[in-house]
């Protein structure tokens, strides 16, 4: 029975001191004060673009790996119709660049690489789209912590010099503490954010290398000799 009662014990002061420890953290959170408005405004704008970004991301890099030969064949058949129908039933850039293409069989091949790097340029700017937003957010969110930490500083020594008589170690210490607040929560958001971009930016860049290979591919099958 000993025993069981001292498991219990044990059990219940570890439940106590994660309770602790909880409360302990909201505590900091809101001696944070103002300034964890804009930062925590941050985070969620990166957190919504990431997602929204890697969804799109995701869906754009959806063609089938067999679309390509089957365009090829198609087009060497000479059902151009066919062609245009299976690139309007795919939702890819990679679809509507050669989409774009197929409409220009007959000009030109300046004009046709033209007219899918035209398109291929409006498909680059939708991946694109917001990536900037969150590098801001990314550079935007340690600045605004540091301003925080500024602030808070300031404030701190300000009541420091009104004390009277010597200054407790506990005020100094809490002051500071609770300024730095700011600085840490600007720096996790901001970690986070970029890390976030550079990820992005990778899977826009592999996205853009395999448009620039099939339009070169596309290219080249219109090259050859029928």
């Given at each position: 029975?000993?025993?069981?009662?001292n498991l219990s014990a044990a059990d219940t002061t570890s439940v106590g001191a994660s309770e602790d420890q909880v409360v302990f953290f909201f505590e900091l959170i809101l001696k944070g004060g103002f300034w964890l408005i804009p930062i925590g405004g941050l985070s969620i704008v990166a957190i919504y673009i990431f997602f929204e970004r890697l969804r799109s991301l995701n869906r754009a890099s959806r063609t089938p790996f067999e679309f390509m030969e089957k365009i090829k064949d198609l087009v060497t058949s000479g059902d151009v119709n066919g062609a245009k129908l299976l690139c309007?039933?795919?939702d890819s850039?990679?679809?509507k660049m050669i989409e774009k293409g197929i409409h220009r069989i007959g000009s030109p091949l300046k004009s046709i690489e033209a007219s899918i790097e035209n398109v291929g340029k409006i498909e680059v700017y939708k991946l694109e789209k917001n990536l900037s937003l969150l590098a801001t957010t990314a550079g935007a969110a340690p600045m605004i912590g540091f301003l925080g930490t500024v602030s808070g500083m300031i404030q701190?020594?300000?009541s420091i010099a009104q004390e009277e008589?010597?200054?407790s170690p506990k005020l100094l210490s809490t002051g500071i503490y609770e300024a730095m607040i700011t600085t840490a929560a600007g720096l996790v958001v901001g970690i986070i954010a970029y890390l976030g971009y550079n990820y992005l930016v990778s899977k826009v860049q592999k996205a853009i290398h395999y448009m620039e290979y099939t339009s070169i591919d596309f290219i080249d099958l219109l090259q050859e000799p029928q």
């Open positions: 029975m000993t025993l069981i009662q309007s039933q795919t850039p990679i679809a701190a020594f300000i008589g010597s200054v």
